[in-house]
């Protein structure tokens, strides 16, 4: 089984985002005081587990675990132990804010989640704090240093680079995960949902972030890619450590996209950058015993996937949608 879409792409990867809510409310992807959804509106945990059965049955060969903070839902252990025992699917993997992985890192492991991205955008206390608005930098870093521990197959960092920030700590943040011996990827900052305050002037392009680590690394391109807007080099003098640059502004990378995401509410997007989506949801509590009608909906809505995303890079809110809703 493989999944194709209207223009040709094969489609293998999903989003799967597993709450809205999160213990913080970090400044790009969420506004300070955040209304969440009402429980009836969240898929359960036998929706969730359903529609990823449905959607490795169909050739989806792996699937990322995100939110929201995915660490926070009661039952995520299990969760990932049904998903990613599901004959067919390659790998399981998940994207946290590290908070809870001090106690968590192990049991993931072992419930079978291949590889963990952790988000950490400074390793200033103070700073940290602002950033993610009320995180604990020493708990995120003892939960880092537990995934390294704990049995990934790789652990990488996130970090979304903004000007009067954290520009400033890329070379720290580089330094860090080499000592650490894992990836860090740097990411521009997508202009989803309304947080306010105008993001243009904390903007920060991929070329800059690049140019501030030549000043001191010399890197080597790599040819690696995954199908999504990050590109990879490696350090010269650090060849385990992998820096990422993910680039969601470009267009570049839309002629080889290979997934689709689906909403804490059920909603499957084509496309991040855009607002059409298909209400699972709704059929997945219609038919309760009937996975029939997920599979054409599934097929019907590929074919409508677009092309490529709006985004046009630095400007103001231009899809409605916060991150913590589609899961980044
Ligand atoms: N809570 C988890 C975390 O922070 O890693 C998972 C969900 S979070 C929405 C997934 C990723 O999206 C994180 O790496 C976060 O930094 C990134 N993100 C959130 N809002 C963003 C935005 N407006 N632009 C770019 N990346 C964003
Ligand atoms: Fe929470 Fe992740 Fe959004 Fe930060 S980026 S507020 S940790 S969901």
New binding site residues.
């Given amino acids: 089984m493989s999944l194709v879409d209207g223009v040709g792409r094969s489609i293998d990867y999903l989003r799967l985002s597993v709450t809205d809510r999160?213990d913080?409310r970090?400044v790009?992807?969420m506004a300070k005081n955040m209304t969440f959804l009402p429980r009836q509106q969240v898929l359960t945990l036998e929706e969730l587990q359903r529609l990823a059965t449905v959607f490795v049955s169909q050739g989806v060969r792996k699937i990322r675990l995100?939110?929201?903070?995915?660490l926070i839902r009661p039952g995520i252990v299990e969760l990932c132990r049904h998903i990613a025992a599901l004959p067919g699917l390659r790998e399981l993997v998940m994207?946290?804010?590290?908070s809870q992985l001090g106690r968590l890192a192990r049991p993931l492991v072992e419930a079978g989640v291949k590889r963990m991205?952790?988000?950490l955008?400074s390793l200033d206390p103070e700073r940290f704090r602002a950033i993610t608005r009320n995180g604990d930098l020493r708990q995120v870093l003892d939960g880092i240093e537990a995934a390294r521990d704990a049995g990934f197959e790789r652990v990488k960092l996130?970090?979304?680079v903004m000007q009067g920030r954290n520009f400033d700590e890329v070379p720290a943040l580089v330094q860090y995960a080499i000592d650490q011996g894992i990836d860090i990827s740097f990411?521009?900052?997508?202009?989803?949902?309304d947080?306010g305050r105008s993001?243009g002037e904390s903007f920060c392009s991929s070329e800059q972030v690049r140019a501030l680590i030549a000043e001191h690394h010399p890197l080597l391109d790599s040819p690696e890619n995954s199908g999504g807007p990050a590109r990879y080099v490696r350090l010269a003098r650090h060849p385990q450590t992998r820096i990422g640059f993910i680039s969601?502004n470009s267009h570049n990378f839309c002629a080889s996209c290979n997934r689709v995401r689906m909403t804490v509410e059920g909603q499957l997007l084509l496309c991040l950058g855009q607002d059409n989506a298909v209400d699972f949801r709704a059929l997945v509590r219609r038919y309760p015993l009937d996975d029939q009608p997920l599979v054409e909906a599934l097929h019907k809505a590929l074919r409508g996937k677009p092309l490529r995303h709006d985004f046009t890079g630095q400007g103001e809110v231009q899809v409605v949608r916060f991150?913590?809703m589609s899961?980044?």
């Fill in positions: 999160c913080f970090c790009y992807c995100t939110g929201g903070e995915p994207t946290s804010n590290g991205n952790i988000s955008d996130n970090c979304v990411i521009e900052e997508m202009p989803l949902g947080v993001r969601p991150m913590n899961g980044g």
